[in-house]
């Protein structure tokens, strides 16, 4: 038969779907985008961003995410039985995603790409403290919720970067109440977001600790490492003198 009256129709398909909130990411996938290494912060800048956090593990977090260029959903997930502290690796397993509907949703990182990272040995010391402590509180989550009778969701304790009461950290509140303040007391130019940190990451592996394409395009979680030669190397200011001094030897090759 025919229906009769009138109906709310959704306007979006976002109206009806639960989908994973745009968060600049994809950024990567983009056939043009590229990174100039003179449009990144330098590391004093970001150390000073860092002491603006006001938690040791945020200020952690921030500095975490420059030197390993894990992304966000992926710190968001990042356990403490993830890390390896004697090889100084991170074990990238999962994510965690924001929706429309402001569901959060554990699922395998992009690409569904396993991986492992480094972190620095100048961090190494944080690290490892931290991972005591998130031990520390995975046994009082679990003691709490058995008294309690509730249920954790999985991989959902003994988080490296917790939200403030306990769970995954949402990266729409962590944006707006913690990196938004930050950046702009920093005088950081806007629309700097955590995700820039992991460009940060990769300009610095590839030029400032010589490690090659195919290492950075892997402790990335880049699909092919043809998306790193895209992104990152491309010509800088100063080559020539860069070049001249790698040639100054007067010694001949032969």
């Known amino acids: 038969g025919q229906l009769t009256g009138s109906y709310d129709l959704p306007e979006t398909l976002e109206d009806i779907v639960d989908v994973e909130l745009e968060h600049g990411e994809d950024d990567e996938d983009q056939a043009q985008f590229t990174i100039s290494r003179m449009h990144l912060p330098g590391w004093d800048r970001i150390r000073d961003l860092a002491d603006l956090m006001p938690s040791p593990e945020y200020r952690l977090l921030v500095l975490f995410a420059a030197a390993t260029g894990l992304r966000f959903g992926?710190?968001?997930?990042?356990?403490?039985?993830?890390?390896?502290?004697?090889?100084?690796?991170?074990?990238?397993?999962?994510?965690?995603?924001?929706?429309n509907r402001g569901h959060l949703k554990v699922e395998l990182p992009k690409g569904r790409k396993r991986r492992e990272a480094?972190?620095?040995?100048?961090?190494?010391?944080?690290?490892?403290?931290?991972?005591?402590?998130?031990?520390?509180?995975?046994?009082?989550?679990?003691?709490?919720?058995?008294?309690?009778?509730?249920?954790?969701?999985?991989h959902s304790t003994g988080l490296m970067f917790p939200a403030p009461r306990g769970g995954w950290l949402r990266r729409s509140n962590f944006h707006a109440r913690v990196w938004r303040p930050a950046w702009h007391a920093a005088g950081w130019r806007p629309g700097t977001t955590v995700h820039?940190?992991?460009?940060?990451?990769?300009?610095?592996?590839?030029?400032?600790?010589?490690?090659?394409?195919?290492?950075?395009a892997?402790?990335?979680?880049?699909?092919?490492?043809?998306?790193?030669?895209?992104?990152?190397?491309?010509?800088?200011?100063?080559?020539?003198d860069r070049v001249a001094a790698a040639s100054a030897s007067t010694d001949a090759p032969w």
């Open 74 to 99: 992926e710190l968001a997930a990042l356990r403490w039985t993830d890390i390896d502290l004697g090889r100084r690796v991170v074990r990238v397993r999962r994510k965690v995603s924001e929706t």
């Open 218 to 240: 892997e402790a990335l979680g880049h699909a092919d490492v043809s998306v790193t030669q895209r992104i990152y190397v491309q010509a800088r200011e100063g080559s020539a």
């Open 196 to 216: 820039s940190l992991r460009h940060v990451a990769a300009v610095s592996l590839i030029y400032d600790l010589g490690v090659d394409l195919v290492d950075t």
């Open 118 to 154: 480094v972190f620095p040995a100048w961090i190494a010391a944080d690290v490892a403290a931290r991972v005591v402590a998130a031990q520390a509180e995975e046994l009082a989550e679990i003691a709490a919720a058995a008294d309690s009778g509730a249920v954790l969701p999985q």
